[in-house]
């Protein structure tokens, strides 16, 4: 039998995790994002042409045309490549933002570089480097976060913080003791902006206070009711003894509608993303109202880059018109303006 290899493991674990996102119901059983209690206050007269709203937004140097980005997902198998590449084109089209998945296999085996490389694809797109955050307690440091950025031209870097994933994985990395002091030390090294992203359970304020203390340059809430990656693991899991430790963590985590109000409170004057759950144009206007700059996308776009460019395309577009009309209805005309929107919160 073949001795598998760390970095075949990486690769066989991106796959695994592209594999059920398409295939299995990962999505929170009952917790919901809490965007669905939130409700616009519909402007009839808002004396307003659609054609005057602007969404654009500008961010680490770049522009964007809509205050969207195609949330970090995959890379290290040669099927994210290819859907890499078609959110990439599309992302290039639609002057919209683009993080990539994970790149510790691309460190650990540089051949598969090439699988998040797309910026000869998308020159002008504001675009994100990605690593886990607890790898800093496992031997990386600025040189490495360094490398992930140019290998793939990137204007920041995403770290992500995926304590609960790592946990429930048989084969995760756990020790996130002191990480703090480590995170302070890359953003004050590197030499682009550093983003703190979770991925699917969300920030408390003080975890967004002492990341903002640490020098971070944007928060990522990803909070809960969209993907569960408890429940991808749960998929995923090699005996009944994981699955059962995974499957009892499926409705863990902190609303995203929640995860974001922390965020502005816990960071007043750092760009908030958005992500968790979100699933129209709505949906991002209302993180907005929230106080968001921007709303982040992983699940609608992994399966619409799993079709082709064009699905993609026509799913920006979709959430870029969402959003609009969504401003001419509530009266305003610019993000910074839907920011300052009220909701009403629906009690049910």
Known sequence: MTKVTPDTQIESRKADHIRINLEEDVQFPRLKTGLERLRFLHQ???????????????LFGKTLASPLLISSMTGGTELAQRLNENLAVAAQTNRIALGVGSQRAALRDP????????????PDVLLLANVGAVQLNYGYGTDECRRVVDMIEADALILHFNVLQEAVQPEGDTNFAGLLRRVEVVCRELEVPVIAKEVGWGFSEQNVRDLANAGVGAIDVAGSGGTSWSEVEYHRAPTAFHAQVAAAFSDWGIATADAVRFAVRGAPDLPIIASGGLRDGIDVAKCIALGALLGGLAGPFLKAANESVDVVDELIRVLSTQLRVAMLCSGVSSIAD????????VIS
């Not at 009839?44 to 500008?58: G, K, Q, R, Y």
């Open 338 to 345: 839907l920011q300052q929107v009220h909701l009403l919160e």
């Open 44 to 58: 009839a007269l808002p004396e307003l042409n659609l054609s005057e709203v602007d969404t654009s937004i500008d």
């Open 111 to 122: 051949g598969l570089a090439r699988t998040y490389q797309v910026r000869h694809l998308a």
